[in-house]
């Protein structure tokens, strides 16, 4: 059995991440104790709901993809606040959104080396083509 420094013995059920009582994903309790993040379990939990909506709102035709993006960012940066990393947009996996048409394998490729490719007919992307 391994121990975790989980200081208030948070059962497993606490973990997960519910959608409107979906459970779509389960924190990971190695990464909360390598990242003493346990004070942060609600936050973290809270945020991933919100990039769950995010990301499922993306694909719906009437979205704002523009502004979604935007929050999708953010909320990247947030949850690696909250994880207790740097804000480095190189670990933002934003070929897995919805809607995204980049090249998946290449970046899969890359990642996280920061050196990805956008496609210019990605919905989402096409914009910030240089
Ligand atoms: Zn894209």
Redesign the pocket.
């Known amino acids: 059995m391994t121990e975790y420094k989980d200081p208030l013995h948070i059962p497993s059920s606490e973990l997960v991440v519910e959608y409107y009582g979906e459970e779509v994903m389960l924190l990971n309790k190695r990464l909360l104790d390598q990242q003493n993040a346990w004070g942060n379990l609600q936050l973290l939990k809270d945020l991933h709901w919100e990039r769950i909506r995010i990301e499922r709102t993306m694909p719906k035709l009437d979205a704002n993809k523009t502004l979604l993006l935007e929050q999708w960012t953010e909320n990247q940066f947030a949850l690696q606040r909250a994880w207790g990393f740097p804000e480095d947009a190189k670990f933002h996996r934003?070929?897995d959104?919805p809607?995204?048409?980049?090249p998946k394998m290449d970046n899969n490729d890359a990642y996280p080396t920061g050196y990805y490719t956008?496609?210019a007919a990605?919905?989402?992307?096409?914009h910030q083509l240089k």
């Open positions: 934003f070929w959104i809607s995204c048409g980049c956008k496609s990605c919905i989402l992307h096409r």
